[in-house]
């Protein structure tokens, strides 16, 4: 889910860097899906580079908007909502079992399988991180501390992106996931994080006065206008989610369809050869 994280002394960190991850993270893309033996699929890519192209504005553009809140919301609401989505529907993970070497294969396969990924996975689970963090930072001196120490502003940055990832994957991922539940728990639990966004801008344009806590110096009007952003931006931001949750749900169903007919239609064959050999 969005979050804010006002660091008005982030610069003295190198704003270059986070650009330079963003690079990294698709020209690594690009270069595994060149070497797809089988061809991967250019929907894929695309999804992939959108969403580098969202963290790299959030990043580096917007990043100097330290002075405004709702420079920061916009930020973050990139940063949370908008590029996780893309980056997920990349399928990075499938990608990675396609080209890397046997060993890493069994490494990703062995991660996969592991309990505590099982955890925190679940949609629940990966809704409360979410909206859990943006509470956190908005009801607590956290927004305050970030302010001043970078470290934190780019840390929290890092949780943002992702907690907004782990919960499009255990929505909507193409990528294989541990115990994925059935579409009703993953509807409940964007509903659920939904409602809690909702709460929480409609809270703190209620008491931009005196939220997020620590401040020495605040602008109670520009904080109710990222309110605002929060609560018509995360509204489109969980419309997108949502057409995906939905459009994976069918499309697995749709693949899933045929796989049983034959199945269904073997059974049968079988059944009449029994009864008549």
């Known amino acids: 889910m969005p979050a804010v994280a006002h660091a008005g002394h982030a610069a003295e960190s190198p704003s270059w860097f986070p650009l330079v991850v963003v690079g990294v993270l698709a020209v690594g893309y690009l270069l595994a899906a060149v070497r797809d033996p089988r061809g991967w699929d250019h929907r894929r890519s695309a999804a992939w580079l959108l969403g580098c192209a969202v963290l790299a504005v959030a990043v580096g553009p917007l990043a ?14 990139l940063l949370g909502m908008v590029a996780p989505l893309g980056l997920v529907l990349g399928a990075p993970v499938t990608l990675l079992l396609r080209v890397a070497p046997l060993p890493t294969r069994r490494l990703v396969g062995r991660l996969l399988r592991a309990q505590g990924l099982h955890l925190v996975a679940h949609p629940v689970t990966a809704a409360l991180l979410t909206t859990g963090g943006l509470a956190l930072v908005l009801l607590t001196p956290l927004y305050a501390t970030a302010e001043r120490l970078p470290v934190l502003h780019h840390a929290l940055h890092l949780h943002y992106v992702a907690a907004g990832y782990l919960f499009a994957w255990s929505l909507a991922g193409p990528d294989p996931a541990p115990r994925r539940p059935g579409l009703a728990v993953r509807v409940g639990a964007l509903l659920g994080a939904s409602a809690g966004h909702v709460v929480l801008a409609k809270y703190l344009y209620a008491q931009a006065g005196t939220l997020p806590p620590g401040l020495t110096d605040r602008d109670p009007a520009a904080f109710q206008a ?5 609560y018509y931006g995360g509204d489109l931001a969980e419309l997108l989610l949502a057409v995906a949750l939905f459009a994976t749900w069918y499309r697995r169903r749709s693949r899933a369809r045929p796989l049983q007919t034959i199945k269904s239609f073997a059974s049968r064959q079988g059944g009449a050869v029994t009864r008549n050999p």
């Open 226 to 230: 990222a309110a605002q952003l929060m």
């Open 64 to 77: 100097h908007l330290s002075d405004d809140p709702r420079g920061h919301m916009a930020q973050h609401l």
